[in-house]
């Protein structure tokens, strides 16, 4: 089965670091670039952060930009997110998501998971 | 950066159909995704490319896109159809995906 399956997410304190991992399987995950997309509570969709399928180039949104580092291991088919001196909106579902070009990122999302929940709280 | 303006619910009964808008500068010149995202589901592409359906989701999902709005149709709506629904384009000049605020389709 095609699928992503995200881990890591939970309670921490404000200024505290988490990583989150998502599992891939189903598909060559080495032949997609990659993003995480999260959803802060009542809100909308936003996207985080963009590795590229062989991790030469990361992109990030300027709202966690020099906190967050996006990595993968495509022998090990694994996504993740380092976060670091979490604050209280970056409380939210995180998605671990692929991109529906494939290798050149079209940024679009074919493939999502079923999210981690981050709580960020003292 | 580029903003994407939805209306906020749509209302439809069973078996009509549900016409959800997606608003923005120029958006006809983008191409423009949807997604459906149902309670405690994974969310799913429904149309990208502004037209084009993923392999798998009904005929009775469908897009269009001209001027400054892009509208996801839903006809014979169903009660499965609940859910809430995201347009989203990527911003060139902010080299960033961009999402709309979402609209919440109930099935009366």
């Known amino acids: 089965e095609v699928q992503l399956v995200e881990s890591g997410g939970g309670l921490v304190q404000p200024g505290r670091s988490l990583r989150l991992s998502c599992a891939a399987s189903g598909f060559t995950f080495g032949d997609y670039a990659m993003h995480w997309v999260r959803q802060r509570p009542g809100k909308g969709l936003e996207w985080v952060s963009r590795?590229?399928?062989?991790?030469?180039?990361?992109h990030y949104a300027d709202s966690v930009r020099g906190r967050f580092t996006i990595s993968r291991d495509n022998a090990k088919n694994l996504l993740y997110l380092q976060m670091t001196s979490l604050r209280a909106d970056d409380m939210a579902l995180y998605y671990c998501v692929r991109d529906g070009g494939g290798m050149t990122p079209l940024y679009y999302f074919d493939l999502w998971g079923q999210g981690t929940l981050v709580n960020i709280s003292s | 950066s580029y903003v994407l303006t939805q209306p906020p619910s749509v209302s439809v009964a069973p078996g009509q159909t549900a016409r959800i808008t997606c608003g923005g500068n120029n958006l006809g010149s983008e191409n423009v995704y949807w997604y459906q995202r149902k309670p405690g589901q994974a969310p799913v592409l429904v149309v990208y490319d502004n037209t084009d359906r993923p392999s798998g989701i009904p005929e009775r999902f469908s897009g269009s896109n001209s001027g400054n709005t892009a509208t996801l149709t839903i006809s014979r709506v169903e009660a499965g159809d609940e859910a809430d629904y995201y347009c989203?384009?990527?911003?060139?000049?902010?080299?960033?995906?961009?999402f709309g605020g979402g609209t919440k389709l109930t099935v009366l």
């Open positions: 590795i590229s399928w062989n991790s030469d180039s990361v």
């Open positions: 989203q384009v990527w911003d060139a000049s902010g080299d960033l995906p961009v």
